[in-house]
């Protein structure tokens, strides 16, 4: 199978690293999130991956082959880079016939990504009628012109609506189940959580994670319950006897860690305690990437610029 | 990667552009209407020369042409996109004028031939003789696919349309007939006074109606070669 392989991977612009002795892979058969910060590096790691830009140094593979090395790339690897690619006075469709013919891909293929991504019924419209998001489902249309193993997708939901959203999910979820790589760099936690499987974050330029979502959330975040009830004074000794730790919340509530609903609805009821609330907090890919950027900042110098 | 598939691909680019096909059509159109106009005030001291006087404004239309083509990938990460498709730069940059050149050779030739038939039945027995008339048209042709390959090459260096037109249309406008017409010597070696020697009936500097052209070729060779060398070695 194809994978995706980062290597000691640098970029530096005018003395700034962009990107910074990155190391990585992306293996098929899962959606791999790309989370970060913008200006964190992942679309430079993108262009580099494609051989649009040359690193400074490390190097970037795709199956064991540089991108510039492949026969008809877009067979075997499809990107979304940017959704202003398309030329605004060229037809969607004559925009996708071009790149299918410089890959001997068939014509019948551009109908079949066109039907695929919605777009068939404005496929003889001019691009720069296109929405943003229409436009953003022809760069997916682009990168799935090849049918390709691996694909790689720049912030492709952006500009979509919500029902764009929930057709990318989808999509991807699909990909990833057909046994594609599928690497897909975002800003948005909410969205990537909804998506990935597994996780790569940078974070100026270097490498701050690789993991499966669910680990980094539960290795990230402590799960919690959060306790309303009428007696505070009695349910904290209960808590006390439990040796459960709890905080007490403004409004009078109580946040317990380390616990489930399951066993604090049990004691509760036990000692015959009113039960106002109980909630079990899931832990959030969000929270879980704020703790981990926090983390990051008590050992990372501050950045000089402001 | 092979070439032939690029080139299509490039030639798709090209024939879904109506800017593009629009510039193709001004060069057909500026060329023939200004030569129809200089044929009708011709004095005969330069039967081809009249014939033929359309190209130098034809010229600016196949400028826009090779311009635009090349700088439309220089537009809202166009050139990632294709890059992507065809990773091989030069190739593609061959692929790219060669899309170029060939519609502008043809829609060359047949201006000329369009022109020179305007020319000769205008003009009839004081107009240039068929030998003398062919090897203008075909001139013509050459002259404005080398002027098409000059701007290309130009506008892949300095990446923008903008930019590129706005080096060569003044430089065409002002050096060329300004300067040009006062000055013989370095001015007749610009890539396109020396081209136009081929349109000429008589000429007196160093060039003839070939070496001409080949002085002009070898100016749209080194923009070409400028631009796949800034191409190759550039981030895309």
């Given at each position: 199978m194809t994978s995706i392989d980062v290597r000691d991977l640098s970029k530096e612009y005018g003395g700034r690293r962009a990107v910074d002795q990155l190391t990585f892979s992306v293996r098929p058969g899962r959606v791999t999130g790309f989370l970060g910060p913008n200006g964190a590096g992942k679309s430079t790691t993108m262009r580099l991956v494609l051989g649009l830009d040359r690193p400074t140094s490390g190097t970037a593979t795709i199956g064991g082959h540089p991108y510039a090395a492949l026969r008809e790339p877009l067979r075997r690897v499809g990107a979304l880079?940017?959704?202003?690619?398309?030329?605004?006075?060229?037809?969607a469709r004559d925009h996708l016939r071009a790149l299918a013919a410089s890959n001997r891909i068939p014509d019948r293929r551009v109908d079949t990504v066109l039907e695929e991504t919605g777009l068939a019924q404005v496929?003889?419209?001019?691009?720069?009628?296109?929405?943003l998001g229409m436009r953003q489902r022809l760069g997916i249309a682009a990168a799935l012109l090849g049918d390709p193993e691996v694909v790689l997708l720049d912030e492709p939901a952006n500009g979509l609506d919500p029902e764009g959203i929930v057709w990318i999910r989808t999509l991807l979820r699909r990909l990833a189940r057909e046994g594609r790589t599928v690497l897909v760099s975002s800003h948005l936690m909410g969205e990537t959580a909804a998506f990935a499987d597994h996780l790569v974050i940078l974070g100026r330029g270097r490498l701050l994670a690789d993991t499966p979502v669910q680990e980094f959330i539960h290795a990230r975040v402590r799960p919690h319950v959060r306790i309303r009830t009428s007696e505070p004074s009695a349910l904290d000794d209960l808590l006390a006897r439990h040796g459960l730790d709890a905080s007490p919340d403004p409004d009078g509530s109580r946040t317990v860690w380390h616990t489930r609903v399951d066993d604090i609805g049990r004691l509760m009821s036990g000692a015959g305690l009113p039960v106002l609330e109980l909630t079990a907090r899931e832990a959030t890919l969000e929270e879980a990437y704020l703790d981990l950027t926090a983390a990051e900042a008590e050992f990372t110098a501050p950045p000089q610029e402001a | 990667m092979e070439f032939t598939p690029v080139l299509h691909a490039e030639w798709i680019k090209i024939r879904t552009l109506r800017s593009l096909l629009g510039s193709l059509a001004a060069v057909l159109l500026v060329t023939t209407a200004f030569s129809a106009l200089a044929v009708a005030d011709a004095d005969g001291s330069d039967p081809l020369y009249s014939v033929f006087f359309g190209v130098s404004l034809g010229q600016i239309a196949a400028i826009a042409f090779g311009t635009t083509a090349v700088s439309a990938e220089f537009r809202g990460g166009a050139l990632r996109l294709t890059l992507s498709a065809a990773p091989d730069r030069l190739r593609w940059f061959a692929a790219k004028a060669a899309a170029i050149a060939l519609p502008v050779l043809a829609v060359g030739l047949l201006t000329g031939l369009a022109t020179l038939l305007v020319g000769k039945s205008v003009l009839g027995a004081s107009g240039p003789a068929w030998g003398e008339g062919l090897r203008g048209a075909v001139g013509c042709a050459l002259q404005l696919t080398l002027m098409a390959l000059f701007a290309a090459g130009l506008a892949a260096v300095l990446r923008s349309g903008v930019a590129t037109l706005s080096v060569l249309i003044p430089f065409l406008l002002i050096v060329s007939f300004v300067i040009g017409d006062l000055s013989g010597g370095v001015a007749d070696f610009l890539p396109d006074r020396a081209g136009q020697v081929a349109l000429h009936s008589t000429w007196d500097g160093a060039l003839g109606p070939w070496t001409g052209l080949a002085v002009t070729a070898l100016w749209s060779v080194a923009a070409l070669l400028a631009g796949a060398w800034s191409l190759r070695r550039r981030d895309a």
């Open positions: 880079l940017d959704a202003r690619a398309a030329h605004g006075s060229r037809t496929a003889r419209r001019r691009v720069r009628t296109y929405s | -």
